[in-house]
């Protein structure tokens, strides 16, 4: 069964470094989005993207965030340079498309800056 | 602005039993979906079951069922006869039908874990 990927599964940074979050959505799929869990919190919705370009962000979603679609398969969450608040869990998700309400979750990136 | 409540932060039932895990949601709009996903440990969230808010009739999938108390803004999910794969991390979700973005908006989760 198709499902979507996301590497590392766990990534450690130093903080102020620049971290890239790599998912593989569904090949059908339309949207994507990017979600974040900072522990013991809720997961928080961060970005939607169509049409390689940003549908909806967050106040979370600031400037030191980036989204990507660099090759027709991948989908990436950079974050320019990281701070200890952006230790948290990273979902990826995708959805066939808009009328489609649901969403397929990857396994998740814990990010962890030091 | 939405926001999705699950009060339960864990809970545990025995194999064969059934447990009720309890979503309350504010919203001012008419059109919306509401949606139980379920994370086992150390894997993706999957989707549980899905409500249409137009619909009165509670959805069903299997064991799975949701009592969708519209005007109270409540939105359980029954687990019937649990099985120990039902232990997960259970996450109610609202999505606005009428915004056009899609995005969920996620309770803080309930650990339901089931005992043999």
């Known amino acids: 069964e198709p499902e979507v990927t996301q590497t590392p599964s766990h990534q450690v940074t130093q903080m102020g470094q620049e971290v890239i979050l790599r998912c593989v959505p569904i090949?059908?799929?339309?949207?994507f989005y990017w979600y974040r869990q900072i522990l013991g919190q809720k997961v928080e919705f961060l970005v939607s993207f169509y049409n390689n370009e940003i549908s909806e962000k967050s106040e979370i979603f600031d400037d030191q965030f980036s989204v990507e679609r660099p090759d027709g398969s991948n989908f990436t969450l950079k974050i320019r340079s990281t701070k200890l608040e952006d230790s948290a869990m990273y979902f990826c998700a995708s959805s066939v498309n808009r009328l489609n309400t649901e969403a397929f979750f990857g396994q998740g990136t814990r990010l962890t800056v030091v | 602005a939405q926001t999705v409540t699950q009060s339960q932060p864990e809970m545990s039932v025995q194999e064969a039993e059934t447990v009720t895990l309890s979503c309350t949601y504010d919203?001012?709009?008419?059109?919306?979906?509401l949606f139980w996903y379920k994370q086992p440990p150390s894997r993706q969230m999957i989707l549980v079951i899905r409500?249409?808010?137009?619909?009165?009739q509670n959805a069903t999938e299997n064991r799975f069922s949701v009592n969708f108390q519209k005007a109270a803004k409540s939105f359980s999910l029954k687990i019937s006869d649990s099985q120990l794969g039902d232990t997960a991390m259970y996450f109610c979700?609202?999505?606005?039908?009428?915004?056009?973005?899609?995005?969920?908006?996620f309770g803080t989760g309930t650990r339901l874990k089931v005992l043999a």
């Open positions: 979700a609202f999505m606005n039908g009428a915004s056009g973005t899609y995005k969920y908006i």
């Open positions: 409500q249409e808010a137009y619909k009165q």
């Open positions: 090949s059908n799929h339309l949207y």
């Open positions: 919203t001012s709009e008419n059109n919306y979906y």
